[in-house]
């Protein structure tokens, strides 16, 4: 009886401290917090990031003007993107990469991804090909052949300007209207988006017909369906992806005010990465 008692009081004393080191190893605090992914577990990409905090809209921009970026090389500097709460079915380009979208119009084209992206790459395309920069000094440049003329000759001279300018104007919006299509359909969206965008652009007033800056709404269906034909969406695609395969995710910066979007280059955002990778070995 004495043996079995000393027997399992060791017995006891052995479990009793195992159960101690067991409850000290679960309780002891860890050096890596259990929020911290593992060093072997893979970056949130930044699509997945953009998701998580982006608004819907800023989110379907992002990825737009992203894809449509890298797929046409027009990578190389930011592009920022500003969506107006006025309810206007509109979009333009303005300053330098800055793209602003009218509440009005994202309502209209709600659902129809392609039609945005036709959208957002015609006022690429602005930026793409200087127009704004070209029409702002053919106008300084005629201003100043207007200085010392007459009253009379310098309002008639002034006219004549006002009609040029009007003509440079809608010859840039056909071509944006062309190159959009060909940066939308290389980017992999519907061609048919051009069209279903400026759809909804021909049942505005005056849309029938040409005005000071814009061709007829017609008269552009007209020249997409064209340019269909001419630059299959198939053949573009193609070279989309050869571009979309060799290049990395474009990385974002969401405004602390939450009104504004940059889509960054292909440098990203670090000032410092890109300072130390051009002065590394030199």
């Given at each position: 009886m004495e043996m079995n008692k000393q027997y399992w009081l060791t017995q006891f004393k052995k479990n009793?401290?195992?159960?101690?080191?067991i409850c000290a190893l679960v309780l002891a605090p860890t050096s890596t917090p259990p929020t911290l992914a593992r060093s072997d577990e893979p970056a949130a990409t930044p699509y997945a990031l953009a998701e998580t905090e982006l608004p819907e809209d800023f989110y379907v921009l992002y990825r737009i003007v992203e894809r449509v970026a890298r797929a046409?090389?027009?990578?190389?500097?930011?592009?920022?993107?500003?969506?107006?709460?006025?309810?206007?079915?509109?979009?333009?380009?303005?300053?330098?990469?800055?793209?602003?979208?009218?509440?009005?119009?994202?309502?209209?084209?709600?659902?129809?991804?392609?039609?945005?992206?036709c959208v957002v790459s015609h006022e690429m395309a602005h930026h793409a090909h200087r127009h704004i920069a070209i029409r702002s000094s053919e106008y300084a440049k005629e201003l100043e052949q207007l200085e010392g003329l007459n009253p009379a000759k310098r309002e008639q001279r002034m006219v004549d300007l006002q009609?040029?300018?009007?003509?440079?104007?809608?010859?840039?919006?056909?071509?944006?209207?062309?190159?959009g299509y060909e940066y939308a359909a290389q980017a992999?969206?519907?061609?048919?988006?051009?069209?279903?965008?400026?759809?909804?652009?021909?049942?505005?007033?005056?849309?029938?017909?040409?005005?000071?800056?814009?061709?007829?709404?017609q008269e552009r269906l007209t020249a997409i369906q064209?340019?269909?034909?001419?630059?299959?969406?198939?053949?573009?695609?193609?070279?989309?992806?050869?571009?979309?395969?060799?290049?990395?995710?474009?990385?974002?910066?969401?405004?602390?005010?939450?009104?504004?979007?940059?889509?960054?280059?292909?440098?990203?955002?670090?000032?410092?990465?890109?300072?130390?990778?051009?002065?590394?070995?030199?």
């Open positions: 009793a401290v195992a159960i101690a080191s046409n090389n027009l990578d190389q500097h930011p592009w920022r993107v500003v969506i107006d709460s006025e309810y206007d079915i509109n979009a333009h380009a303005t300053d330098a990469n800055l793209i602003v979208i009218n509440r009005g119009l994202l309502d209209q084209l709600a659902g129809d991804s392609s039609a945005v992206a009609k040029r300018m009007g003509q440079l104007s809608r010859l840039q919006e056909l071509d944006a209207d062309a190159s992999g969206f519907e061609p048919e988006g051009c069209l279903r965008s400026l759809d909804i652009l021909s049942r505005l007033p005056g849309s029938g017909h040409s005005s000071e800056t814009h061709p007829s709404v064209s340019l269909i034909k001419k630059h299959p969406p198939e053949q573009l695609a193609l070279v989309g992806r050869r571009h979309l395969r060799t290049t990395q995710a474009l990385t974002y910066y969401w405004s602390a005010d939450e009104k504004w979007l940059r889509i960054n280059s292909r440098r990203g955002d670090c000032f410092k990465c890109d300072l130390d990778r051009v002065l590394t070995n030199r």
